[in-house]
């Protein structure tokens, strides 16, 4: 299931809105910040606050990549203004996703009053993503006494009262109002506060102070307290200073400089009482300083950086330095190729090229040059262009092409489109069957061999037609046997070629009994045959024991298992599914076709979503509630209701048919149409894309296909997965 909202926050305070990420032109400060963040799952917000105060607050809503979001799923922070059980004075509707024009990442300010907020998500199939805020009086009601506080510092001491070795400092607080909320400690005077959860060891020798403070839940702080004390090194007979050493690293140009940025880090280790201090010093004259995490010098020029250390027992190691220098990096290349295409060729009246088309590629770059040009025609893999593309099959044709630079910039996507029609020259070749993939695969077989043109202009795997209705194996392998004789003599294969093609045409099984109806096996249960798919995006799909794959209830995310090897036009896919989803939930899936090579996509960087926005899913859900999509529906842009498509019970197998014949879709379900489906144009589901190659109604004529996996709660297996091309 995929969904496209174009909702905004609409907020308790119109001087601020969702998109206003600095909550700019609230009248009044807010005196609370509340944060909800999501990610891959649709079952929760991965955090988000149970209470509050009444009063100016704001609202932060991320849902990132840093946040954990990997798929690109949008999710939105809802408050329920519709039941008059909860408080309905904020409505509050914030949609995020990482790729929008704020990062994921949305900042509001609202006016919360006494009583309690219902928040969930609103988009399809994430309604268990929900909560409630509890929001109080100011000053949490009676509750106006600060916790009380405590510190006690334990260890082994001297008859001066120093700890020897490490001393370890408990702190408590209680309150008997609201509950104590959190409390925290420092150590030193200018120390960062941090979070106290057990009882704090300090083992450098030397003068401490730990200073420390509670909250409670109403919001009532306790003053800053503090104990001091001193650890001193245990006896010891160690006079050996520590180990020191310290290297410098990042990114240098020939001459051994650091460009914009060098980091020098520093070491020191001593088998004796133990390393105490580490210092380090910027410059011949520079302060000494604490050395705590690696240091980070920016400034252009030449520095040195001196360091020592000192153990528990006092012995200093010598001062030791590194001497490096830094420079500005050079200008880089951050400019992708330009890239044009010119077709040509003879046209008829209507504008169709007669017999063929000659595509001929362009890319220059005048800063690091141009490194390879590559195209890819009818959604097929992108390929090297080496030399102008011959088209001479009638019909209409998309060829998108693209270029990188020496420097790896690569231009965005461009397409050129045409239509051959058969003239009176030089005919199309009479193929067979379509079938221009790289290299010789029969049935499911690779053989490895390049599948090259032959004398009659067809591929090697067109003239093997394994996807003919064989009805007995030995008749496909004397075929094939008299295909590659002819090829052999002609010089096309040589002699170990021809092993490897008839060894890949006996291991494919094609007229064996269950191949019979012309189907092509893509899964048969098997580790081997589930090898040749590829999971990409979130979730996971892998063997359950009865000849089937099931989606994983552990892998977080939305993703899409997809059968790479080869791309289909018309056909008729069949398979069988099955609800496995847990306790009462309903599985949530569907079967993605005709779509592009999601590697080497412009959109690359969410394959499964290439899926999505260029092909189109066959959904499966038969849950009464949630999406208004159910089993059979064209997502996006053919809806069928649940009475239409029928419902299994749950551990039921399913069989299910995809038939795909120019543009139009058959859909049945265990052999009862459901559904059909003419893709014309017009039609936009998805508006921000509009433009996009499939959004107006000319989807591709070819692709390849996948299964989708919705997430860990929508669990659903398939099997016996098998297609013949019409």
């Given amino acids: 299931m995929v969904l496209g909202l174009t909702s905004t926050a609409a907020v308790g305070q119109p001087s601020s809105g969702a998109g206003d990420d600095k909550g700019a032109g609230a009248s009044t400060a807010a005196a609370q910040v509340l944060t909800w963040t999501a990610g891959d799952p649709i079952d929760k917000y991965l955090s988000f606050p149970t209470t509050a105060v009444a009063g100016p607050t704001t609202i932060v809503f991320e849902n990132s990549a840093a946040t954990g979001n990997t798929t690109g799923m949008p999710h939105t922070l809802t408050f329920d203004v519709s039941d008059p059980e909860y408080n309905n004075d904020v409505p509050l509707n914030i949609l995020a996703n990482p790729s929008d024009a704020n990062g994921g990442k949305y900042t509001t300010e609202v006016n919360l009053t006494p009583g309690k907020y219902r928040f969930h998500c609103v988009i399809p199939g994430h309604g268990t993503m929900t909560g409630i805020l509890t929001v109080t009086e100011a000053g949490g009601g009676d509750d106006t006494t600060a916790p009380t506080t405590s510190a006690k510092v334990e260890g082994q001491q001297n008859a001066d009262g120093a700890y020897v070795g490490s001393a370890t400092v408990s702190v408590t607080a209680t309150d008997d109002g609201s509950g104590v909320a959190t409390t925290e400690y420092a150590v030193g005077a200018d120390g960062p506060w941090q979070p106290y959860t057990a009882p704090v060891v300090v083992d450098q020798v030397g003068e401490h102070t730990l200073r420390y403070r509670a909250t409670d839940k109403a919001g009532n702080a306790s003053e800053e307290k503090s104990v001091a004390f001193t650890v001193v090194a245990p006896p010891t007979d160690d006079t050996t200073a520590p180990e020191t050493s310290a290297t410098v690293s990042g990114d240098q140009d020939e001459a051994g400089s650091y460009l914009s940025m060098a980091t020098v880090t520093v070491t020191a280790s001593d088998t004796g009482s133990g390393v105490n201090t580490i210092e380090y010093a910027l410059g011949a004259d520079g302060a000494w300083q604490p050395y705590t995490a690696p240091v980070m010098v920016h400034e252009v020029g030449t520095h040195t950086v001196r360091y020592r250390a000192t153990d528990k027992a006092g012995n200093a190691a010598a001062v030791k330095s ?395 297996s398939y099997r016996d997965i098998r297609i013949k091309e019409l």
């Fill in 322 to 716: 590194v001497s490096f220098t830094v420079v500005e990096p050079p200008v880089k290349d951050t400019t992708a190729p330009v890239t044009g295409a010119v077709v040509t060729g003879d046209k008829n009246s209507n504008g169709a090229y007669i017999t063929s088309a000659k595509v001929t590629l362009t890319a220059t770059d005048s800063e690091s040059g141009v490194d390879r040009i590559e195209y890819s025609l009818d959604s097929g893999p992108y390929l090297a262009y080496t030399t102008p593309v011959i088209v001479d099959r009638v019909g209409y044709h998309a060829l998108s092409y693209r270029a990188t630079d020496k420097a790896g910039n690569t231009a965005q996507a461009k397409q050129v489109s045409f239509t051959v029609a058969q003239g009176g020259g030089v005919p199309a070749p009479n193929c067979p069957e379509f079938d221009e993939r790289l290299t010789v695969i029969v049935g499911t077989v690779d053989s490895g061999v390049p599948n090259r043109l032959t004398r009659n202009r067809c591929t090697i795997n067109e003239l093997i037609e394994d996807e003919k209705e064989w009805t007995s194996q030995a008749l496909f392998l004397k075929h094939v046997d008299s295909v590659l004789d002819k090829l052999l003599t002609d010089n096309v294969i040589d002699a170990r070629e021809f092993t490897k093609i008839t060894r890949a045409a006996k291991q494919s099984k094609i007229g064996t009994p269950g191949q019979t109806e012309g189907y092509r096996p893509l899964f048969d249960g098997t580790a081997e045959s589930l090898a040749k798919w590829e999971q990409v995006g979130g979730g996971k799909f892998a063997l359950s024991g009865d000849g089937a794959i099931t989606s994983s209830t552990t892998v977080e995310g939305m993703g899409m298992l997809w059968f790479p090897q080869r791309t289909y036009g018309d056909f008729s896919l069949k398979l069988q599914f099955r609800d496995d989803a847990p306790g009462n939930g309903n599985a949530n899936g569907g079967v993605f076709v005709r779509f592009p090579n999601v590697r080497n996509h412009p959109e690359e960087s969410r394959p499964e979503w290439v899926a999505i926005n260029y092909g189109h899913e066959i959904q499966i859900l038969d849950r009464p509630d949630g999406d208004m999509y159910k089993t059979g529906s064209i997502y996006g842009f053919d809806r069928v209701g649940l009475g239409n498509a029928g419902v299994t019970p749950k551990g039921t197998w399913n069989d299910y048919e995809i038939r795909v014949e120019g543009q139009h879709y058959t859909i049945l379900r265990n052999g009862v149409l459901i559904n059909e489906f003419d893709n014309v144009g017009g039609q936009t589901f998805y508006p921000e894309r509009a433009g996009d190659p499939g959004t107006d109604g000319r989807r591709y004529a070819t692709g390849y296909v996948g299964l989708q996996v919705h997430g860990t709660t929508d669990v659903i």
